[in-house]
């Protein structure tokens, strides 16, 4: 089978370092494609950047899967655009953040986040809220760095990382922890390591339950919630992403 992972900025050195954790768990037999759109914000920090995100999201998402992709992973854990590739899509469109809390829901009684900035907080606590999973959130918290941080050797950002994810289990009680940031995804298993509690990154979850979908032969309902767009014209610049009538 083939995964098509997508990270909706357009910072290569984090694509890559998704693409690695992709391809180190996945199964034998699955292939992973690992890219970044050219046009869009280097790094996603709240909404306005989000909605940026996704045109080129949508466009590569499109691409990939007219290309035989079997499932998609949206690897930012604002999970932008999921919604509306699963509109475009047929096959299954799986979200960093809600794998990542459906995982850490079945591994401890309480999960906590550790983010980037202190404005993703509330983004990803309203996630836990839309995916049901606000129970068993124990806190969303911010190690107050800047998503491209993680991309520096020296950058600190692991550090302060660490530190959080430390105190998630010592103050919130946290039996399992999601690093809220797809820039993470190469600090779980060493996390893991030092605190013996499931420190979890939505990479390598997505790719797992994309795996289980597709290899399931489950595909999206296309009935009401992610009907496919109705065939409308659109105007000037966005004339080229007018959905056809599919019938
Ligand atoms: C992400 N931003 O996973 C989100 C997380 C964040 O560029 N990739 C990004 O920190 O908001």
Not at 58 to 75: F, N, R, T, Y
Not at 91 to 119: N, Q
Not at 163 to 183: H, P
């Amino acid at each position: 089978m083939k995964i098509l992972v997508i990270n909706p900025n357009t910072t290569a050195s984090m694509t890559d370092k998704i693409r690695e954790t992709a391809i180190s768990v996945a199964a034998p037999g699955t292939e992973i494609v690992a890219l970044n759109p050219a046009d869009g914000p280097v790094s996603i920090e709240g909404h306005y950047d989000e909605a940026y995100c996704v045109p080129g999201l949508l466009m590569e998402a499109k691409k990939g899967a007219a290309s035989g992709a079997d499932a998609l992973v949206i690897a930012c854990f604002d999970d932008p655009g999921l919604e509306a590739c699963r509109e475009v899509l047929e096959i299954p469109v799986i979200g960093i953040c809600e794998a990542a809390m459906a995982a850490a829901s079945m591994v401890g009684h309480g999960f906590s986040v550790v983010t980037t900035l202190p404005r993703a907080v509330p983004i990803i606590e309203a996630l836990s809220f839309k995916y049901g999973f606000e129970r068993q959130c124990r806190g969303v918290r911010s190690a107050a760095i800047p998503v491209l941080a993680l991309e520096q050797e020296d950058g600190g950002g692991a550090a302060k990382v660490r530190q959080e994810v430390i105190a998630a289990i010592e103050e919130d009680g946290a039996e399992a922890v999601l690093l809220g940031c797809a820039g993470m995804t190469d600090l779980a298993d060493a996390l893991t390591r030092e605190t013996g509690v499931p420190v979890i990154d939505g990479v390598a979850a997505a790719v797992k339950f994309a795996e289980a979908l597709a290899g399931l032969g489950v595909k999206t309902c296309k009935r009401r919630a992610y009907e496919a767009p109705r065939a409308k014209k659109y105007s000037g610049a966005f004339a080229f992403a007018a959905p056809e009538d599919k019938s």
